[in-house]
């Protein structure tokens, strides 16, 4: 059986309803963390919730925090909650014997990086690619325990508040794998487990497709596979 993590916060349930429909579509004994706070009811088809305490200001930060909370001793798969899933999910065996499979950026790679964003400066980066800056995208990740989050989420804390408000959780995501030996680290192509939809005549039947950004729209009219 595998297990699956997503945090979600606050009244709307579409989005996160949408991807657990989705997950439980292809994954019917899959055990579903909600992580979540004290007042955001529980989202259809989770297995248990694991209610915390966070700043709403830094949420990401929040979300690492909470993730390294559960304590869990079992491989996981952490996901965003603005996702589809479209083909069954095994969880320890993607992971194997590494100690992470991080999602590895398949689109964009070529773009410069935005260094104004939410009103932060992001300067240090300046002229420099999206691939250069952050490889490897929070969006889907897969850990053995929760001791990887335990250790992004010290790192985290030690961050300026400009990358617990916006960032943040790609710099600790790329710094915690830079630092492991290579032979710990598996790499998820986004263009398996975090699809862009405008890449489905690409890609016409990923494992996940993300609708992040203004995507989230498409969302809507968009059914679990």
Known sequence: MS??????????????TRMVESLRRHNPTAEIVQVTDHDTRT???VTWTAPTNGDPKFLMLWRTQAFAGLGLTEPAMYMDTDMIVNKPINVELLLDDYHIAACRRSFNRDATFN???RGQDYSEYANKTLDEVY????CCTITASSGAWEAMAETYAALPDKFKRWYGDQEVLRDYVNSLPASWVKYLPEFE???????????PRPSITHYKGQRKALLNGVAPA
């Open 3 to 16: 297990t699956f993590v997503f945090f979600h916060v606050g009244p709307d349930l579409a989005m996160p």
């Open 43 to 45: 989202v259809p088809g």
């Open 115 to 117: 260094i104004h964003q």
């Open 135 to 138: 490889p490897i995208i929070g």
């Open 193 to 203: 487990f975090a699809c862009l939809p405008e890449a489905a005549s690409i890609y």
